[in-house]
């Protein structure tokens, strides 16, 4: 149990206060005009201000912070669930079923809801809860992903899907991680575009293949050695200092590479590397600093095709597709999948 004061406001709810407002502003900006660039303008600066919230919340629990508590941290995520299990709990009342929560967002289905219903629940939920509610989208179908250690598990915050207006959103696969290298984000957002023109169930189904088909041509790309290397650069963050790592990790070694190079490396910075030859006897020749890179340089295509197909592994598993067998539809074709 806890005490909160309700006579004075602290510093750090007056602090985000100007923060919040602008925010919500720039989102009902972005709702309401109509030009396609003021409307980008709009999103870049609502989703600017919503990283400066998310790293508040994060601060308010170091321990070092020079205005944060750990006991507010704790309190803010007490609030937000209470929030959440309040707006499912209404939503159940007037007939939605719950599909999916995470923190600040519920995914809600009714047969025949109209926009307009969605709409009034969302005011009586926001004037029940003291927070706006507001409705990001209608999806046409979207898709929650296993965990990898429990396949019938879905975890919180790995999904796609596509709205009704055709905006795609993705969370927590390759895509959007910081450490794949561009030419696998690529491929596997080109699987997704082609997997956003289906309208329904049925059709996504039908629209594997054809996903398939367009990742052939990224890993032909791969096998032909026609991908520029940059495009296979790898991004990770050093956890120690270079020498104080007890494994040959492909970031160790590329760190070592820096060292070598007189370059100054220490934890918490992050490194960029081409996987060469993943196997290669000597360690050092396995991985090529960014630095060291350049167009004539030859990559591990084995190792990148593996890569490759672990990030179509993960947007198609929970429909069958491990990647060994995308990797046989891919690489030797659908007759090939069928005798197997």
Same mark, same amino acid.
């Given at each position: 149990?806890?005490?909160? !004061?309700?006579?004075?406001? #602290?510093?750090?709810?007056?602090t985000?206060e100007?923060?919040?407002?602008k925010?919500l502003?720039y989102?009902?900006l972005?709702r ?8 980008r303008?709009? =999103?870049l +600066?609502?989703?600017a201000?919503? @990283?400066?919230l *998310?790293? !508040?919340f #994060?601060y ?5 912070? +020079?205005? #944060?508590?750990v006991d507010?941290?704790?309190?803010? !995520?007490?609030?937000a669930?209470e ?8 939503a159940?009342e +007037? ?11 519920? @995914?809600?289905?009714?047969? #025949?809801?109209?926009p307009?219903? *969605?709409a009034?629940? !969302? /005011?009586?939920v ?5 927070v706006?509610?507001?409705v990001e989208?209608?999806?046409? @179908? ?10 019938d598990?879905?975890?919180?915050n ?23 290298p ?7 957002m080109?699987?997704?575009r ?8 049925k ?7 054809s996903?398939?088909? /367009?990742? +052939?041509?990224?890993a032909?790309?791969l096998?032909?050695q026609k991908?520029a ?11 120690h ?11 160790a070694?590329?760190?070592?590479q820096?060292?070598?190079l ?12 081409l996987?060469?030859?993943?196997k =290669? ?6 991985v ?5 890179v350049n167009s004539?340089?030859?990559?591990? *295509?084995?190792?990148?095709?593996g ?6 592994? =993960? ?5 069958g ?12 074709g659908e007759r090939q999948?069928?005798?197997?």
């Amino acid at each position: 149990g806890y005490n909160i !004061c309700e006579k004075r406001r #602290g510093i750090v709810p007056k602090t985000l206060e100007l923060l919040l407002k602008k925010r919500l502003k720039y989102k009902r900006l972005r709702r309401e005009v109509k030009d396609e660039t003021l409307r980008r303008v709009y =999103n870049l +600066r609502q989703e600017a201000l919503k @990283w400066i919230l *998310v790293t !508040c919340f #994060g601060y308010l629990g170091y321990r070092n912070a +020079r205005f #944060g508590k750990v006991d507010a941290h704790i309190a803010v !995520c007490a609030f937000a669930r209470e929030a959440l299990l309040k707006t499912a709990k209404m939503a159940e009342e +007037r007939g939605f079923e719950i599909i999916h929560g995470i923190v600040d967002s519920l @995914w809600i289905r009714k047969a #025949g809801a109209s926009p307009r219903e *969605v709409a009034e629940f !969302c /005011r009586e939920v926001s004037k029940e809860i003291g927070v706006p509610l507001s409705v990001e989208g209608r999806y046409r @179908w979207i898709v929650f992903l296993p965990s990898r250690v429990l396949s019938d598990v879905p975890v919180l915050n790995r999904y796609y899907g596509v709205f009704e207006d055709g905006r795609i959103k993705v969370r927590g696969i390759e895509a959007r991680r910081r450490d794949t290298p561009p030419f696998i984000a690529e491929a596997q957002m080109s699987m997704i575009r082609e997997l956003a023109k289906a309208k329904n169930a049925k059709e996504f189904m039908e629209k594997i293949p054809s996903a398939l088909k /367009r990742l +052939r041509y990224y890993a032909e790309a791969l096998i032909e050695q026609k991908v520029a290397p940059q495009q296979l650069l790898i991004t990770k963050q050093l956890s120690h200092e270079p020498s104080k790592y007890a494994h040959d990790v492909f970031q160790a070694i590329a760190a070592k590479q820096l060292t070598r190079l007189g370059v100054d490396v220490s934890a918490g910075q992050t490194v960029q590397y081409l996987i060469v030859d993943a196997k =290669n006897r000597r360690v050092q020749n396995r991985v090529l600093v960014s630095q060291l890179v350049n167009s004539h340089v030859r990559y591990d *295509v084995e190792k990148y095709l593996g890569l490759l197909f672990m990030a179509a592994e =993960n947007i198609l598993l929970p429909f069958g597709y491990s990647a060994q067998k995308i990797r046989d539809y891919v690489l030797y074709g659908e007759r090939q999948v069928i005798l197997n």
